[in-house]
């Protein structure tokens, strides 16, 4: 199956500070990418859509001007989380469609990244 | 996308079959369902979906009532390391559609 890669899978940080997640199909291209926020105990929340060469969408009560999304290749997609807060500590994981020319609606996903900040 | 319903939790004796049911009785006639898992603290592992046929892989088997309303998941053996939260998604196919997860369904197996 299609391969996304995220990096880093765990990071702290300090608050204030800016962390960014990468995301990357590894074998396929992905004009578009989601971005999940996933609390503990709870579902997985889809915050954006990353879309290549445009800007990104974001779902209600995500603030685009925190979570910073571009995606400037067809293999990578960034999430910058702006001057980050304990309250932003969360998994979160993209994914991308996996199949290309065939219309599927399978997503894959990347392995999570946690972000713990102090 | 139509709703899904599924139970909270359910448990399996290793080796045995799990059945895991999903209510989708707003179903619309060209929406699929798809079946994810999550493993603690890993990104979502795609499963299966289906139309209306049932469809099996090296996975699982999906099999959906003749009216659509309903499916159920089947893992013929169960291990230890099926352990983890199964999500029932309904909506149709696309490339650029989005996937909005409920609150699936954590399957516990049992040694």
């Known amino acids: 199956g299609a391969v996304v890669s995220q990096h880093p899978s765990r990071v702290i940080c300090k608050s204030g500070t800016s962390v960014k997640i990468e995301c990357r199909s590894l074998?396929?291209?992905?004009?578009?990418m989601f971005w999940y926020r996933q609390f503990p105990k709870q579902s997985l929340m889809l915050m954006a859509t990353?879309?290549?060469?445009?800007?990104?969408?974001?779902e209600q009560g995500v603030e685009k001007d925190k979570f910073l999304i571009n995606h400037a290749s067809l293999t990578l997609s960034t999430l910058t989380v702006t001057s980050a807060h304990p309250e932003d500590s969360s998994f979160y994981i993209c994914?991308?469609?996996?199949?290309?020319?065939?219309?599927?609606?399978?997503?894959?996903f990347g392995e999570g990244s946690r972000l713990t900040v102090l | 996308d139509a709703k899904t319903t599924q139970p909270p939790s359910m448990d399996c004796a290793e080796g045995r079959a799990a059945n895991l049911p999903c209510n989708h009785s707003?179903?619309?006639?060209?929406?699929?369902v798809y079946w994810y898992r999550q493993i603690h603290s890993q990104g979502p592992q795609y499963i299966i979906h289906?139309?209306?046929n049932n469809e099996t892989n090296e996975m699982a088997s999906l099999i959906i009532t003749e009216d659509r309303k309903s499916s159920t998941l089947i893992l013929p053996h169960a291990t230890l390391r099926d352990t983890a939260v199964y999500y029932c998604?309904?909506?149709?196919?696309?490339?650029?559609?989005?996937?909005?997860f409920g609150q699936g369904t954590t399957l516990q197996v049992k040694p």
């Open positions: 994914s991308a469609p996996g199949t290309s020319g065939r219309v599927t609606g399978e997503l894959f």
């Open positions: 074998d396929f291209q992905a004009t578009t």
């Open positions: 990353s879309n290549e060469g445009s800007k990104a969408t974001y």
């Open positions: 707003t179903i619309s006639g060209n929406e699929y």
């Open positions: 289906g139309l209306k």
């Open positions: 998604i309904v909506r149709a196919p696309s490339n650029t559609g989005k996937l909005i």
